[in-house]
């Protein structure tokens, strides 16, 4: 009889500090709303915002590759592991226990468009 044991985990980083998230920002400036009616331009604002601010939440490759190590090393034995708890962690626990329901969507909606849903 053979045994084997294999251990998985699955890393969910969030954002990280790279040339993507820099490069997003630059075209984002350069994209021309000139044609864009006045809801869809207040939507994008509006989600603009919200965007960067989680962004602003990103973590350093460094620390990512040290939390990979650790997990390697099997000094983090957790199953799931979420390198950044500042980043959606409400939206990402719900997926956990609700995966089959679109409440996750729904939180995501809401943390985006808020003020629009007051605003009606």
């Known amino acids: ?26 075209w984002s400036k350069a994209m021309d709303n000139g044609t864009a009616d006045e809801k869809t331009a207040k939507l994008q604002g ?6 960067e601010e989680l962004v602003s ?6 620390e990512i590759a040290t ?3 650790e997990i390697i090393l099997g000094q983090n034995n957790n199953f799931r592991c979420l390198t950044n ?14 995966s089959a329901t679109n409440k996750p ?3 995501i909606k809401t943390r985006f468009f808020e003020e629009q849903k007051e605003e009606k």
Request: proline fraction near 3%; aromatic fraction near 6%; avoid cysteine.
């Open 67 to 69: 939390i990979i190590k």
């Open 105 to 107: 969507i729904e939180m």
């Open 85 to 98: 708890v500042e980043f959606l962690n409400e939206e990402i626990a719900t997926k956990l226990k609700d």
């Open 46 to 51: 509006i989600a603009g915002k919200k965007f």
């Open 57 to 62: 939440k990103k973590m350093k490759s460094l």
């Open 1 to 26: 009889m053979f045994l084997s044991v294999s251990r998985y985990t699955l890393l969910e980083p969030g954002p990280i500090d790279t040339l993507i998230g820099q490069n997003a920002t630059e």
